[in-house]
């Protein structure tokens, strides 16, 4: 039966929180900004629960007392010791239902007054007091809606108890109405005295859980007057020392930045692209000087302030990073190896990038490259992404595009044009007529793209008959290439021509074919392909001239003997 006595315990605990945060409400000003009616309010509400505790404390009392003289009646030593535990454990609540009381008649937090023990040095505590700011204050942001919870739940389960104790006492009775044994009697009446304090006690605990959750709901708020309440109470706060900090971690870097650029003024040397192993040494330890100042400047800061939750989390967020940095401690090898211009991509050397030819101009944590032959052909890379390539030294003539804005080009898809912008995503023509047309860059390079803006050759085929057969070698040929070297210099383009050969290229099936071989400067690209459809016009009118046969191709038909 002891085991499933109530305790108050618990309430009285819900009771000290309570008036502990009224407590705080004082401290910061607001109790003496109640007018008198709601003062005397609250002191009503105070008194109260007071008098909640000093009930219990009686009912306690008389549960001790009652222990006692069931102690001194005991037959057994099993008895005795039940007995004597169970007095312990009401001594033990009457003692700290003492203490909330004097907390809550005082409002002062009574722990403040226990003298702390020195203890040896435990890691693990120590951790604990480095952590316990920070999830004190983690807490502290969700502290309404948890209590709010915890005090629903505590109604709900206080409720289940009543009712199971009602109806204790409800069979109590009954079984003392219908018994006629006196001395069984006086035993239940005993027994449902016990239930009915413990029923009272139930009630004292559910009225003081239904009094804070009304008093919590009333200072309940909206979504953006707490969101408003929180910032407000960070930038009072901590957020004022997290600005502080924080500028005074970006003070350094800015600082520390123009000075290393100031330096680099008064000597241009050591930043050019041929600078001595040293000079990178001594830019990488600067660097890393940079970080690691402007880390002690915020953690000094904190320091100074006095704010151990922010500056736990820095150090926790230092601990990250170290922890980060040895996962990756190879990666940061190669990377300083590149900044030191001894990896495997190295300053004013060809670096192959998404297909295209890149000149590393300047090797730092962001690395600049560039291609001349491209609009935009300037981009900025990470020094990680630098990792796993590999540059080389190139040729002064080696190009870095197959071709220049306003060259003409022939594609391996038949595409002839002008080529009106190029840059490192996009390559756009413009045809014959006017109309333009865009390949992505990669696509374009992967159509082998043909420049015939510098000089270009037209290879025209073309077949006699075979009754020309002895003078196919010589004679024509040699026609022809008059009457084209006649008519070509009349049209346009026909000062253009750099070379004209005529000769004879094979006996094919039904033909006796020649090769009709026009170099033409640059300037003519435009003409490709009128030129390609003169000189096609005019060996055909050499034809009809020397009365020349074009024959038709042969189908031979074989007949299958049966």
């Known amino acids: 039966m002891s085991s499933q006595r109530f305790s108050p315990c618990a309430a009285i605990l819900l009771i000290l929180l309570f008036f502990q945060f009224a407590a705080a409400a004082d401290s910061n000003g607001e109790k003496a900004a109640l007018p008198p009616q709601a003062a005397l309010e609250e002191n009503s509400s105070t008194f109260s629960m007071l008098n909640t505790i000093i009930q219990s404390m009686d009912a306690l009392h008389e549960q001790i007392k009652k222990r006692e003289t069931e102690l001194k009646a005991a037959a057994s030593e099993d008895q005795k010791a039940e007995i004597l535990e169970e007095t312990r454990r009401l001594r033990k609540q009457l003692e700290t239902l003492g203490k909330h009381l004097e907390g809550v008649a005082t409002g002062v937090n009574l722990d403040a007054f226990e003298s702390q023990p020195k203890k040896d040095f435990d890691l693990k505590q120590e951790i604990q007091d480095l952590l316990g700011p920070i999830i004190q204050e983690l807490k502290s942001m ?31 009775g009954q079984l003392i109405y219908q018994t006629h044994d006196e001395k069984l009697k006086r035993k239940l009446i005993e027994l449902e005295k016990t239930w009915k304090d413990q029923q009272k006690q139930l009630a004292n605990q559910l009225a003081v859980s239904r009094y804070q959750l009304e008093e919590r709901l009333k200072e309940e708020k909206s979504f953006l007057d707490s969101t408003h309440e929180i910032l407000r109470s960070f930038f009072k706060n901590r957020g004022k020392n997290f600005i502080f900090a924080f500028l005074a971690f970006i003070s350094v870097i800015i600082l520390l930045r123009l000075l290393r650029r100031y330096v680099y003024r008064l000597v241009p040397s050591l930043e050019s692209s041929k600078r001595s192993f040293y000079v990178r040494l001594a830019d990488v330890i600067y660097q890393l000087m940079i970080i690691v ?19 736990g989390l820095a150090i926790l967020f230092l601990i990250g990073l170290a922890w980060a940095a040895k996962q990756s401690l190879p990666k940061i090898w190669q990377e300083t190896n590149l900044l030191m211009n001894l990896g495997t991509v190295r300053e004013n050397e060809r670096l192959l990038y998404n297909g295209l030819p890149w000149k590393v101009t300047s090797l730092n944590f962001y690395t600049r490259l560039v291609n001349p032959e491209l609009a935009g052909g300037v981009i900025s890379l990470p020094l990680k992404n630098l990792v796993g390539m590999h540059s080389r030294p190139y040729h002064p003539n080696e190009p870095w595009f197959p071709c220049k804005e306003k060259d003409w080009v ?26 333009r047309k865009t390949y992505s860059t990669e696509e374009f ?23 020309h057969q002895a003078e196919a070698t010589r004679e024509v040929p040699e026609k022809l290439r008059a009457m084209l070297s006649e008519e070509l210099e009349k049209e346009a383009f026909g000062n253009q021509i750099l070379s004209l050969k005529v000769e004879f290229s094979e006996a094919g099936a039904s033909s006796l074919d020649l090769v009709i071989l026009a170099d033409f400067a640059g300037s003519a690209a435009k003409d490709y392909e009128y030129i390609s459809r003169t000189i096609q016009k005019i060996a055909v009118e050499a034809c009809n001239r020397y009365e020349w046969v074009i024959p038709f191709a042969q189908i031979t038909v074989h007949n299958a003997e049966g």
């Open 142 to 172: 969700t502290a309404r809606p948890r209590e709010i919870e915890k005090l629903r739940n505590e109604i709900a389960h206080y409720q289940k108890q009543a009712a199971a104790t009602e109806t204790a006492v409800k069979n109590i």
């Open 445 to 467: 390079l992967k159509q082998n793209p043909q420049n015939i803006s510098t000089n270009f050759r037209v290879r025209v085929k073309f077949g006699i008959d075979y009754r």
């Open 293 to 311: 100042l402007a880390v002690g400047a915020l953690i000094l800061v904190l320091y100074a302030l006095g704010d151990w939750p922010l500056l």
């Open 410 to 435: 022939v594609l391996a898809d038949g595409t002839r044009g002008r080529v009106l912008f190029q840059s490192p995503e996009f390559v756009q023509l413009v045809l014959l007529g006017g109309s």
